[in-house]
């Protein structure tokens, strides 16, 4: 009925209200509207026996603080879009403007007393390690990662069929420098055998909880984890300083080249099993349901795959729509982004304003990396010459990656009704003065 299914009963006997407080991003039109349908009646109050009102718990009153240019799509939790103008100024998006995603309120951590448990969960062993012992005790590495929510552009989805979920524009994405340690050494470091045919999974536990205490968890097979181009970190450091709380703080998961729901903020614990996370995000979410299931109440989630890597996308930044371009200019400027999921490098970006008639190659910017270990966007920008005799004009880009995977024309093919990997050509139309 709604994300999480029996979380509601959680109520049961007692006021709804603590469930609401938790999860206010139900707050929706389409929430009431579903639910309409399961109204049975109305209860007639009696004044007399009416209990007192129930304080309200406010889980959301040690919220960090954020920056306000920052594009809000939720308060409650709290989830934000890096500003388009920007982003396609900064291969490394500046710390305080990097996207939000978050699913329950942040949780306090005193870093002190932080200990991160690995453990196999088939022979229950267990080994602890302290933010001191990550950072004294194995190699630390640095590289540019692209985060991206696998949501982002979920918007422009509703243009073919109603979507649900957060709206987000093109710029759920982001990339930072991310230092940490290996998480295939510190497997290693601990006597593991990632061969064990009973190993198949890595989980991912963070530390956010509902009010059950159940806590935000995700999983990855292992084979991402064995291989050592793979490069999933157990970060603690984002851009040369401690990771911001929004982003993880004190330690998170970073999974470079797979959608951002698997790099677990506020990791707890790492659990190597035979199968993966049991969770709501990771059995129930975060997969892209065939385009013949218009709502989630007709998905059987059981017999799709969980979302791992990210398809080759490209947005455009910079002009923003209905921007007002001068014609007495004679010329303007596109900016944007390219990213492709697994490692696979943007090899060009072509961005056209005849929709595809005809294309110019954009000049790229991006970092130079080993073939296949190429975890972070390219940043693009071109010069347009602006035609005569138009009012307004629709830019459109695509992208080509080193596998010569490309985006689809448009969204029909790829529509699906959670609104995920939406990588489409992106479209923006402006106005000529």
Avoid at 94 to 116: A, C, G, T, Y
Avoid at 172 to 180: H, N, P, R
Avoid at 247 to 275: F, H, M, Q, T
Wanted: net charge neutral; aromatic share 10%; glycine share 6%.
């Amino acid at each position: 009925m709604i994300k999480g299914g029996n979380k509601i009963m959680w109520g049961a006997g007692h006021s709804l209200e603590p469930f609401w407080e938790k999860f206010p991003i139900h707050y929706k039109h389409e929430v009431f509207e579903l639910l309409e349908e399961y109204r049975i009646g109305n209860l007639k109050i009696d004044e007399s026996k009416k209990k007192p009102v129930e304080d309200k718990i406010d889980f959301y009153k040690d919220e960090p603080t954020r920056n306000s240019q920052l594009k809000v799509l939720s308060q409650k939790p709290f989830n934000a879009e890096s500003p388009k103008e920007i982003s396609a100024e900064n291969l490394v998006t500046p710390s305080e403007l990097h996207f939000i995603r978050n699913h329950m309120p942040v949780p306090k951590i005193e870093p002190k007393s932080f200990k991160l448990s690995v453990i196999n969960s088939n022979n229950a062993k267990k080994i602890e390690f302290t933010l001191e012992d990550l950072e004294t005790k194995f190699e630390s590495i640095t590289i540019p990662v692209t985060i991206q929510c696998s949501g982002n552009r979920r918007k422009y989805m509703n243009a073919e069929g109603s979507v649900q979920g957060l709206q987000w524009d093109a710029n759920a994405i982001s990339t930072a420098l991310w230092t940490g340690v290996r998480l295939r050494d510190v497997l290693i470091y601990c006597g593991f055998d990632l061969n064990d045919p009973k190993i198949r999974h890595v989980i991912f536990e963070g530390l956010d909880k509902d009010p059950a205490g159940s806590v935000y968890s995700a999983s990855i097979p292992i084979e991402k984890v064995k291989d050592e181009n793979g490069e999933v970190l157990l970060a603690y450091r984002m851009n040369d300083q401690p990771i911001p709380l929004d982003n993880g703080y004190p330690l998170r998961a970073l999974v470079p080249g797979i959608i951002g729901a698997r790099s677990v903020k506020w990791l707890g614990k790492v659990v190597l099993s035979e199968d993966e996370s049991q969770s709501f995000w990771q059995l129930n979410d975060y997969k892209v349901l065939p385009p013949n299931v218009k709502n989630l109440k007709e998905a059987d989630f059981s017999k799709l795959r969980a979302i791992q890597e990210s398809p080759i996308t490209s947005a455009i930044c910079q002009p923003t729509e209905e921007t007002i371009i001068k014609r007495n200019k004679g010329k303007f400027t596109a900016k944007g982004y390219a990213f492709s999921g697994g490692g696979n490098e943007v090899l060009n970006v072509l961005v056209s304003i005849d929709n595809g008639k005809n294309w110019k190659q954009a000049v790229l910017h991006k970092f130079d990396r080993p073939l296949y270990k190429s975890w972070a966007w390219a940043l693009w920008e071109i010069e347009l010459d602006i035609p005569e005799g138009q009012d307004n004009i629709e830019i459109v880009c695509t992208a080509t990656d080193s596998n010569q995977n490309t985006q689809p024309e448009n969204i029909k093919a790829i529509w699906n009704a959670r609104g995920l990997l939406n990588n489409a050509w992106h479209r923006v139309k402006v106005n000529i003065e």
